[in-house]
């Protein structure tokens, strides 16, 4: 596993950080029932392997990620977009655009299998084995451990290496269009959940 370089900050990215073409984006929240947690860390990958993590404070609006996450012109890559979307969405009323989701083109292309989650693709597709012992953290505390940003940067370190194994492999098979369509209806997805269309599905008969 790769020793990334991490950047920390609080409250937002500062102004002079620019990114440009493609970002990995995850989110690490209070629970996972996005109607009754709350957001508190943002992080960022860069293609080249710098990480960013941003602890969310209070009242504090984060005009840089906010500008991020609308920009047409930057792809997001997310493993399971559709929590992070409806997070942000709760959080700051805003609609992600240029979305890519690691576990949905996984789903698509590894129909031999079940095992989609990240731990599994890294270790499957690029034979690396991640540590999830933070998986179940307070990540509301006011200050993180090295082992929580250890595993905050993990989870976005890899998802270039995988957008572009997993890229090979929808264009092979002719699955390329239909997951740019799903790619695009996750933004709406996700508020279709934070209405309360997620259980019963929509979609279901």
Not at 65 to 80: A, G, V, Y
Request: include cysteine; glycine fraction near 4%.
């Amino acid at each position: 596993m790769i020793n990334p370089v991490i950047n920390f900050y609080v409250g937002d990215l500062p102004d002079t950080l620019k990114f440009s073409n493609s970002i990995a984006i995850d989110t690490e929240t209070t629970g996972l029932d996005y109607r009754n947690n709350r957001l508190c860390l943002v992080q960022f990958c860069t293609n080249d392997g710098m990480c960013y993590l941003v602890k969310i404070v209070g009242n504090i609006i984060p005009k840089n990620i906010i500008s991020i996450l609308e920009n047409s012109n930057i792809l997001k890559i997310f493993h399971f977009a559709r929590f992070d979307l409806a997070m942000f969405v709760k959080t700051y009323g805003i609609r992600c655009s240029n979305i890519y989701c690691t576990k949905i083109a996984s789903k698509l292309v590894r129909t031999y299998t079940d095992r989609h989650s990240l731990k599994d693709l890294c270790k499957d597709c690029l034979k690396v084995d991640i540590i999830k012992n933070e998986q179940i953290s307070d990540w509301g505390n006011e200050s993180l451990t090295d082992s929580q940003k250890l595993y905050a940067a993990t989870d976005v370190l890899y998802l270039h290496k995988l957008k572009s194994y997993l890229d090979f492999i929808l264009n092979r098979e002719n699955r390329f269009d239909i997951a740019k369509a799903s790619f695009d209806f996750l933004p709406f997805r996700a508020e279709l959940d934070l209405l309360g269309f997620e259980y019963p599905d929509l979609f279901r008969h």
